[in-house]
């Protein structure tokens, strides 16, 4: 009998959640980026082995903050359902950082909120400490309560993930496999395509602008031609974030469109015309409809 079931991963922002699930997976599933609050979806990333008979459904989710708007409740609400949900959590932490008190609250907020499901914890950026440093990091996440496990890994690297992977599929129940095996994300195609160049307006944008953009995929055409027409809104809250998106003389939104169109031709495998618009809708993130229509929920 196979080995199929859901791991749901906890840890404060920026520690790497989303580039482990892309690690385990084998595939950009999730996007990552240096800005902590990049995730707001829950994706789930699917890694199938299909010798070996298991599947591992991987719920990448935002990473546990205080919530402060109609979109950080919904984020932090839908932690708590998908984790209640898991077979098992992967709680993540960052070795460069060490174990903080926001680590600590949430290995207690685990432990309260999971029962019986087992949690393991992947203490990441291994590649960062030396064997001191991650010696001293492992004993204090020994502390945490709640912790069945510990495995130093590095996302970026790709390092020590096998036994990690072993350790999950042990947990996970015997069943049949929840998702194809060839599927690698459950996310709707427009809302990947959306979240690809979202990812790119991350890359090249400072301070608090990230934060202020969100990006809607309204029109998916296939042209005759073979060329795939992507037709996206990016969202800012104010006429000054617009201006700086644009950039002078167009050159930003030219940048950002460019590397968006290379993510989107490597996604479908093709040929693409993208054009984006940027507008501006004051206080999206307390929208509730707006949210709803993103699909954050
Ligand atoms: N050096 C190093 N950097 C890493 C590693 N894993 C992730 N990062 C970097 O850490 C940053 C945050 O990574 P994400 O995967 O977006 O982190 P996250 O936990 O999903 O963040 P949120 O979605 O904001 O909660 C990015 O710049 C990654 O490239 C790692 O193993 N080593
Ligand atoms: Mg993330």
Redesign the pocket.
Known sequence: MSQAGFVG?A????????????AIVGAHV??????????RRAIRGVATDLAADWQLVMT????VQRPRDALTVRMQRRVEREIADSDAVLF?VNA?QGIGPGDRFISKALLAATGETPVVCAV?????VNNAEMAAVLAAAAELEGVDELFP?????G?GLRPLIEKLVELVPEGPFLFPPEQRSDLPSEVLLAELIREQVLRRTRDELPHAVEVQVSEVAHREDGVVEVHAHIWAEAESQKGILIGAGGRKIKEIGTAARGELERELGGKVFLDLQVRVRKRWRRDEGLLDRLGIE
């Open positions: 991963l840890g404060r922002p920026n520690v790497g959640k989303s580039t482990l699930v892309n999730a996007i990552v980026s240096e800005r902590p609050q990049t995730t990448d989710l935002p990473g993540v460069e990441n950026k291994a590649d960062r890994v590095s996302a970026r690297k390092d």
